[in-house]
């Protein structure tokens, strides 16, 4: 049985983050464990730029922007433990872990940080009818083989979903030389970044079908076509409107998944909406001594958010070394009109760091404008105006201990102003 300060787990660009800063703060004993032979995270694969502009002030490739931190975490002394999988992980957090040079690694941590990320969700997970055949990828799977494998999964392609994944892969794959016939959405607005939908499509003539999704695939040994539908207001397809369109390959992207398979082992307390675990100002989540932080607490549209909240996550963890677990009182912290969620989840206000909480939300739709109030039982602390809002594009505001010292509940809603916004543009 091995003794640990901290234990994170996840090398991706949370865990990596969180490791550096551990160690600027003084944590000797930090250990990074994943499962994949190189640390990076999915950013190994992403090698087009976009990333670091919040913290770097420049535009990096993910490669580029990994390799700051693992350079970091190198030069810093973090133990990084690859090719290694978690399997157990309890409350009073002891880990069992297994690779092919140790076997079975148990080990005791006294404070530990989840950092697995997400992965994607598959056709499975949307129940397309039709056939098996090859040429259904996720949008990452390709990613994965044109970026690093060197493999080209078609020639000619429809994508299911416009999340940021499938709208740069729609951009990559034309570079390769293949036909991209059309990204398909099922939303009546994109649900990746504005400046993808344009960098992405626009730029390169690729339709952009929203209120559409895949009615069918077609083939039996490789993909011959999708058969493509408007839907309703109600999501439902409307088959009078259904065409076939030529294809060899889908692309799915329909949505990101935390992997908290982990932390629902521990009974940790889950968010149903976000899929990640429940947590307080410290990204502290329901067991004392364990705290979450990236993709695997909520889908980022930045990886420099995923950067700050990794480096929230170990100033939490740090201070829990350094005092010990208290029992804290938390205020609930609501989630409003206008959004989906609110994270965090719920604070104590006289134990924030640094004198302020830097609270992030989605909205339910597309707005032109408008008002984002936050509320105590006392009425409206502080408000802000927003223009083009979209869920795809996460919103954060900071919210400071004084606005909020004496409130017995956090409120946060979203009002609209001016007319309604279906696109989103």
Not at 100 to 108: C, P, T
Not at 136 to 145: D, E, H, L, N, Y
Not at 353 to 382: C, D, H, Q, T, Y
Request: hydrophobic residues 40%; proline residues 4%.
């Amino acid at each position: 049985m091995q003794n640990r300060e901290l234990v994170i787990i996840g090398g991706g660009p949370a865990g990596l983050s969180a490791a550096v800063e551990a160690r600027k703060l003084g944590i000797k004993d930090v250990l990074v464990i994943d499962r994949e032979s190189e640390p990076g995270g999915i950013l190994k694969q992403c090698i087009h730029t976009g990333f670091g502009l919040h913290i770097f002030n420049e535009e990096l490739t993910g490669p580029e922007y990994a390799e700051r931190f693992i350079e970091e975490a190198e030069r810093l002394g973090v133990e990084i433990m690859l090719d290694t999988m978690v399997l157990e992980l309890t409350a009073d957090r002891r880990l069992v872990a297994i690779n092919s040079r140790e076997g079975l690694v148990e080990i005791k941590a006294k404070t530990v940080i989840l950092a697995m990320g997400c992965r994607e969700r598959t056709r499975g997970a949307i129940n397309i009818p039709g056939f098996r055949p090859a040429g259904v990828f996720t949008a990452g799977t390709a990613q994965r083989f044109v970026n690093i494998e060197g493999y080209m999964p078609g020639r000619k392609i429809v994508i299911l979903g416009s999340g940021d994944i499938g709208l740069i892969m729609a951009r990559r794959l034309t570079l390769e030389g293949a036909e991209v016939q059309c990204v398909v959405e099922i939303m009546p607005y994109s649900n990746g970044l504005i400046r993808n939908v344009v960098q992405c499509l626009e730029d390169y003539d690729i339709p952009l079908l929203l209120k559409h999704t895949v009615v069918n695939i077609h083939g039996r040994k490789r993909v011959e076509g999708v058969t493509i539908a408007e839907v309703d207001d109600d999501m439902k397809p409307v088959m009078e409107t259904a065409r076939f369109v030529s294809c060899d390959t889908l692309l799915l992207s329909v949505g990101l998944i935390p992997e908290n398979e982990l932390s629902r082992m521990t009974n940790i307390e889950i968010d149903e909406v976000t899929g990640g675990p429940v947590v307080n100002q410290r990204l502290e989540t329901s067991l004392p001594g364990i705290f979450a932080c990236g993709n695997v607490l909520h889908v980022h549209d930045l990886v420099d958010y995923v950067t700050q909240e990794a480096v929230l996550a170990a100033r939490g963890a740090a201070l829990y070394l350094a005092s010990g677990s208290k029992k804290y009182e938390h205020i609930p912290v609501v989630t409003g009109d206008n959004l989906r969620y609110v994270l965090p989840q719920r604070i104590n206000v006289d134990a924030v760091l640094e004198g302020k909480v830097n609270f992030f939300m989605r909205s339910v739709r597309p707005m032109a404008k408008a008002e984002l109030f936050i509320e105590s039982e006392w009425g409206v602390i502080k408000s802000r105006t927003l223009r083009h809002v979209r869920p795809s594009e996460m919103i954060s505001i900071q919210v400071s201990r004084d606005e909020m010292i004496g409130s017995e509940i956090i409120k946060f809603r979203l009002q609209e102003e001016g007319g309604r916004v279906e696109h989103g543009n």
